[in-house]
């Protein structure tokens, strides 16, 4: 079965520098997305990203944040300056269309020190 | 600000019952409306997705929505140890894209 694949399994840093987190979508799917959950809290919505640009973004995904999607198959999201309020689980997750649902990676644990 | 409410338990219940796990979402005009599995430290896993009022059923899960009292539902029929998990219903409101707004999650136990 397809799976999106994210890299790393997990990441610590220290406060101040700069995390790029990487995920590479299920290849057919058009619609990207990153989520983060703060441990023991809801999944929440960071931004979506389609055709190549961002469609939707939370207010958590600020300046310091940013998405790219460099080639034909990588989707990251970067963190210039971490803070420790960052320390969380990030999912990306990609689906074919609306409104089918989407499918999660295994999550990158980012934990800022 | 659209919200998604679930109990978060933990609902408890033995083993072959009915577990019953429910869901209200503020945002009236929401189109679509999803069920995830969360085991402890592991991503969210599709189980299905409705739109149309009314119940939909997928081998031992139903998921029922009724949009005028902005309610949706996941019944599990023969509740097995392996569906102890939290269940995240996650909402996709008018206007926003593909965008989800999860709520809390319910913890479900089953036990032996």
């Known amino acids: 079965e397809p799976e999106v694949t994210q890299t790393p399994s997990h990441q610590v840093t220290q406060m101040g520098q700069e995390v790029i987190l990487r995920c590479v979508p299920i290849s057919n799917h058009l619609y990207f997305y990153w989520y983060r959950q703060i441990l023991g809290q809801k999944v929440e919505f960071l931004v979506s990203?389609?055709?190549?640009?961002?469609?939707?973004k939370s207010e958590i995904f600020d300046d310091q944040f940013s998405v790219e999607r460099p080639d034909g198959s990588n989707f990251t999201l970067k963190i210039r300056s971490t803070k420790l309020e960052d320390s969380a689980m990030y999912f990306c997750?990609?689906?074919?269309?609306?409104?089918?649902?989407?499918?999660f990676g295994s999550g990158t644990r980012l934990t800022v020190v | 600000q659209k919200e998604v409410e679930q109990n978060s338990g933990p609902l408890s219940v033995p083993e072959g019952a009915i577990a019953s796990l429910n869901c209200t979402y503020s945002d009236r005009g929401s189109q679509s409306f999803f069920w995830y599995r969360q085991y402890s430290g592991k991503s969210p896993e599709l189980i299905m997705f409705?739109?149309?009022?009314g119940d939909k059923e997928d081998g031992r899960f139903t998921a029922q929505l009724n949009k005028a009292s902005q309610y949706v539902s996941l019944l599990i029929r023969d509740s097995q140890p392996s569906d102890s998990a939290t269940y995240l219903c996650a909402v996709n409101p008018a206007n926003q894209g593909g965008k989800l707004i999860f709520g809390q999650g319910t913890e479900l136990s089953v036990k032996p």
């Open positions: 990203f389609y055709n190549n640009e961002i469609s939707e």
């Open positions: 997750a990609s689906s074919v269309g609306q409104p089918y649902g989407y499918t």
């Open positions: 409705i739109y149309s009022n």
